[in-house]
């Protein structure tokens, strides 16, 4: 009998692995070579440096390729589950999917194992290889960790039966051992047994039966690894009906009957080691990592103040446009008919400046249009149109008709309207040349040429060809009407996210490259979260990938450019944090320095940013009574700026040349001896943002869910600058001033504010400003600023004439 073990270590070399059900959590880090491995149905290829994590009770092979070296970490599930308090754990990590600095960690603390391998022979042992190894877990329980509401979600359903999932889970794996039936399931959770069978077959990819013996499998083999039990006695303890059958589904998933299973082990514990082997492979991997020892990871340094230290020479400058600033996502089309989104509508435009609002759900019942009509009304559309001209602004007209929902957390939306408009490709064309004969009776083609329209693609349907051929016909038609009426009217398409089926999107866009009719732009989406499929399940997480963003924008240029589109502008039509509309970390002022952040990782990769959304008054509903709800807009629903709304009015503000930036900051002049810079201090958010769950995050105690409170001390010099004096002027968002949740603590988490209460509020939200003279050395201005955790500033600085 072996002692069972939570962490064990091994490395191999080219070999091919028998298809197994793991019972443990495997870690695959290839140091060396290339290799294929198959988990269930899904086939990954692995590059040298690629992790993957193979969960437990999944079928899995490595597959023979050229030479390769392999390590291997297991981690005993039970043990696991213990560790981290979960009843049911599942990490989703892929490097060769998905690539980022959570993967670089994961790396290095995984080389710092291989030291323990190399220098001592009982390793496994040590407090060293046991604390490295805990490293490791804590690695992946933060960043790649599944939760139970994220797993077995399913895209394309708008509830994805989370809690019915764990409700079979539990009662599963709690009586395993009893002679359970699908009909004793069904019993419990009130549903028919054919309704079960199918709902068994859509979200598990197998059957009631084939999943309960799966899991009979797992903790027999736990029970023969781990115990002296007479295997009659284990094949009874884990509900089988009698020990001929066990034989058989044992071997079926094993290649080995339990007894051959069982002495199999016991040689291996006893066996004495290939020293010939071991030393060779020992030899490789010094020669992988090298003499140093590896790289201590970052989280395990003192966090000191971080200094950004550069140079600029003020001539050197160039002229850009603002990406960021331009759109704002005002939601379906029928929200813009109330008076108090147009309100908000006016602060936004007043305030941060926007040009475009962008708006869809157009041809609906909302607005007495359906496809079986044979005559429109378009007076509630003119109604939106006319409101939005007359503030100065330009519609950008999503012609897509979708759902309306409000989103709590991955997986769980409530859907607040659904619209069944179906149209035909004759339906829609009809439509089309009356709607846009009639913007051209109505409003002039100087005014028409600059307005965008943009035709939503379901990603449902993303891998489906003919959804996708139906896409193109109707974009098509769509195209060739706008440009009949005026040809210099954007219309561009696509819609999707960028985290998932790359290889889909691919073949699309070059689909689209042999149409007659190609999009003015491409329009994408994101949302900070990441899905994934393993060939049976589908899920989906939050990204703890801090550059998520920049990230997958990169790699869905490469994608459109691969595609033959590359010349496109790409527009970037719908993005925030998390689509969630109860999450506070939307009130906060992380949320200003994520925003600042992001927008100067994009630099150079859009052509435009449409924030979404405008308004935490598109996100109410029944259970938003409270003046902050974690509504995901810029203003609050009291008309008010919260921090992401000052990001935007901070942006806005910088000159139209660039002097220089880095990852912190902008700094630009208007070439009149004047200079504005932005920066941000965002911090990353930490594991307990991830494993709490969106709507539960509290918002009296905001601070713990970041990974540090760094400072930031920003030393700029401008060098070439005019001689003489210059004022400078910072406001700052931090937490003593503009911190709305701290405003709204200081008032009690009151509700019920009267209207002079919200005139407070308004005023005492306003970024703090502090004013100083600074004095040019040599043709030289030092800027030199402090900023805290998530703050964010606008320094200007204009020069004072003697």
């Known amino acids: 009998m072996r002692k069972k073990e939570l962490f064990s270590l091994s490395i191999q070399d080219n070999s091919r692995h028998e298809e197994l059900v793991l019972t443990e959590i495997k870690v695959l880090f290839v140091l060396e070579g290339k290799l294929d491995v198959k988990v269930e149905q899904k086939q990954y290829h692995l590059n040298q440096e690629d992790v993957i994590v193979i969960n437990s009770n999944k079928r899995y092979a490595v597959n023979q390729s050229e030479d390769y070296l392999l390590m291997q970490l297991s981690i005993n599930y039970q043990e696991a589950c213990r560790q981290v308090d979960n009843a049911d754990i599942f990490f989703w990590c892929d490097s060769s999917a998905s690539d980022n600095e959570n993967y670089h960690k994961l790396r290095q603390l995984l080389k710092h194992l291989l030291k323990h391998y190399i220098e001592k022979r009982d390793y496994e042992h040590t407090f060293g290889f046991m604390s490295d190894c805990y490293a490791v877990l804590h690695q992946l329980s933060v960043n790649f960790m599944v939760n139970s509401t994220d797993y077995q979600y399913s895209e394309d359903d708008e509830d994805p039966y989370g809690e019915r999932i764990g409700q079979i889970n539990q009662y599963i794996h709690s009586n395993y051992s009893q002679p359970i039936s699908i009909k004793g399931l069904s019993d419990q959770l009130y549903l028919s047994n054919g ?411 859009t052509a435009s940013m449409a924030y979404s959304v405008g308004s935490d008054i598109q996100c109410v509903s029944f259970d938003t009574p409270k003046v902050l709800f974690g509504g995901g807009g810029l203003l609050a629903k009291d008309g008010f700026l919260k921090p992401s709304g000052f990001a935007f009015y901070f942006l806005n503000r910088l000159f139209p040349c660039l002097v220089g930036k880095d990852k912190n900051y902008l700094v630009t002049t208007d070439g009149h001896d004047n200079y504005r810079i932005v920066c941000h201090n965002q911090q990353k958010l930490n594991y307990n943002y991830y494993l709490t769950p969106e709507t539960d995050l509290e918002k009296e105690s905001m601070w713990k869910y970041y990974e540090s409170r760094c400072k930031l001390k920003l030393q700029l010099q401008l060098q070439g600058v005019r001689e003489g004096n210059y004022c400078i002027k910072v406001n700052r968002i931090n937490d003593w001033n503009g911190n709305v949740l701290g405003i709204w603590k200081e008032m009690g988490y009151e509700n019920e504010l009267s209207k002079n209460d919200i005139r407070h509020f308004r005023r005492v939200c306003e970024p703090k400003l502090t004013i100083k003279e600074a004095n040019t050395q040599n043709g030289m201005l030092a800027v030199d600023e402090e900023l805290s955790a998530n703050e964010i500033a606008l320094i200007s600085i204009k020069y004072v004439m003697s």
Not at 295 to 312: D, G, L, N, S
Not at 414 to 443: A, C, D, I, N, P
Not at 586 to 600: A, E, L, M
């Open 195 to 605: 309704y079960l069978s199918r709902f068994f077959k859509k979200n598990y990819g197998m059957t009631f039966g084939s999943y309960l013996t799966n899991v009979r499998i797992f903790h027999a083999s736990d029970e023969l690894l781990y115990t002296d039990i007479p295997i009659t006695a284990v094949a009874y303890n884990c509900g089988f009906t009698s020990v001929a059958f066990f034989n058989k589904v044992f071997k079926k998933s094993y290649g080995l009957t339990p007894s051959e299973f069982r002495r199999q082990a016991a040689a291996e514990d006893n066996m004495q080691d290939d020293i010939t082997k071991a030393a060779a492979l020992k030899k490789r991997v010094e020669e992988i990592i090298g003499d140093d020892e590896p790289p201590v990871p970052e989280e395990w340094e003192e966090k000191k103040v971080e200094i950004c230290k550069a140079q600029y020479f003020v001539e050197q400058k160039e002229m850009f446009q603002n990406y960021w600033g331009d759109t704002i996502n005002l939601g379906e089309a029928e929200n813009l008919l109330h008076s108090s989104v147009q309100g908000h509508l006016l602060i936004l435009q007043r305030t941060l400046g926007f040009k475009y609002i962008r708006f869809w759900n157009i041809f609906t019942e909302d607005f007495y249009i359906k496809p079986d009509l044979d005559h429109y009304d378009f007076s509630r559309i003119d109604a939106v149109l006319d409101f939005v001209l007359e503030q100065g602004m330009l519609p950008h007209i999503d012609l897509g008709i979708r759902p309306v929902s409000i989103c709590y957390t991955v997986g769980e939306a409530v859907t607040k309207k659904k619209h069944f408009s179906e149209y035909t490709s004759e339906q829609w064309e009809r439509l089309m040349k009356v709607f846009v004969r009639h913007l051209g009776m109505r409003y002039e083609q100087t005014n028409l040429k600059n307005w965008r329209f943009e035709l939503w693609f379901n990603e449902a349907y993303r891998d489906d060809r003919i959804e996708r051929k139906k896409y193109l016909d109707r974009f098509e038609i769509t195209c060739r009407i706008i440009k009949e009426c005026n040809k210099d009217i954007k219309v561009g398409g696509y819609g999707i996210r960028m985290d998932y089926g790359r290889a889909d999107r691919k073949e699309f866009l070059s689909m689209w490259t042999k149409r007659e009719y190609q999009p003015d732009f491409i329009s994408i989406y994101y949302n900070s979260y990441e899905r994934g499929s393993d060939g049976l399940d589908t899920f989906a997480k939050r990204s703890s990938d801090d550059d998520g963003f920049v990230h997958l924008i990169e790699k869905e240029l490469a994608v459109i450019a691969a595609a033959g589109m590359g010349g496109l502008p790409v527009y970037i039509t719908h993005w925030n944090l998390t689509p969630s509309d109860r999450n506070y970390i939307h009130d906060t002022n992380f949320k200003g320095s994520y925003i600042v952040k992001n927008v100067i990782n994009l630099w150079g990769k």
